[in-house]
């Protein structure tokens, strides 16, 4: 899992290092952040029911990613609303974790280390 946080903690750092844009202009890779924000959403209930004590870390990766990128107005809208998707879609099926909220956790991680990989190769600079 830690390989899961260096491609989370890589992304922060090219987000926060591209280069400034228009206050709301929709960057290349918003749809890419905004299912990644939906995979911490996830993460953060199906952790928390599977009985991982990890409290709001995933809340919290969610919140470095936003301090990182920074967007304003629809695209900061767009991003708190994918995480809280991902989060409430969750929450409406699982009550208990399954063996099935046990797969969709590693799923989770491998496609959010996935978009974290891709992400950085693509738009570090």
């Known amino acids: ?51 991982s ?11 470095a990613l936003i301090d990182a990128e920074t967007p304003a107005g629809e695209r900061r809208t767009r991003m708190i609303a994918g995480f809280n998707r991902g989060y409430n879609g969750f929450q409406q099926t699982y009550r ?6 046990t797969v969709a956790i590693r799923r989770y991680i491998e496609e959010g280390s996935k978009i974290s990989r891709d992400l950085t190769a693509r738009y570090a600079n």
Not at 8 to 28: E, G, K, T
């Open 1 to 51: 899992m830690s390989t899961r946080f260096l491609a989370i903690f890589a992304l922060i750092l090219a987000c926060a290092s591209a280069p400034a844009r228009a206050q709301d202009a929709a960057a290349p890779f918003d749809a890419d952040l905004q299912r990644l924000a939906e995979i911490l959403g996830g993460l953060h209930y199906l952790r928390g029911i599977c009985g």
């Open 53 to 63: 004590n990890e409290g709001n870390k995933w809340r919290s990766e969610m919140q």
């Open 96 to 101: 208990s974790c399954t063996p099935a909220a």
